[in-house]
């Protein structure tokens, strides 16, 4: 079992920068697929960012592309996104989420999520 706790969610003025982190407890969660997910009010979930185990392929959407960045320390069982250059649209509900297969299309592992909201 993994679980997952996001931290850093917060409210920030439109350019301004956060930084999300996502903290695992479970020693497989090294080699999980790792990422995010976002959902704002009245919308579907959107997939926003996902880092292999290894940390040696990153894949974005498209909204978010150039302007966010995951990463993730094994070592510290810990997966993070930098959010820079940030709009009223980033405005979310921002899920951590894992599995052990090699894709996040359908994650096992759900963190309790963290809210961020971007003022114009």
């Known amino acids: 079992q993994v679980q997952l706790v996001e931290s850093g969610g917060g409210l920030v003025q439109a350019g301004g920068s956060l930084r999300l982190s996502c903290a695992a407890s479970?020693?497989?969660?090294?080699?999980?697929?790792a990422g995010w997910f976002r959902q704002a009010p009245g919308k579907e979930r959107e997939f926003v960012a996902a880092i292999n185990w290894s940390g040696s392929r990153e894949y974005y959407g498209g909204s978010v592309k150039g302007r966010f960045t995951i990463s993730r320390d094994n070592a510290k069982n810990t997966v993070y996104m930098q959010m820079n250059s940030l709009k009223p649209e980033d405005t979310a509900v921002y899920y951590c989420a894992a599995d052990a297969s090699e894709v996040l299309d359908q994650p096992t592992y759900w963190g309790q999520g963290t809210q961020v909201t971007v003022s114009s």
């Open positions: 479970g020693r497989a969660f090294s080699s999980y697929v």
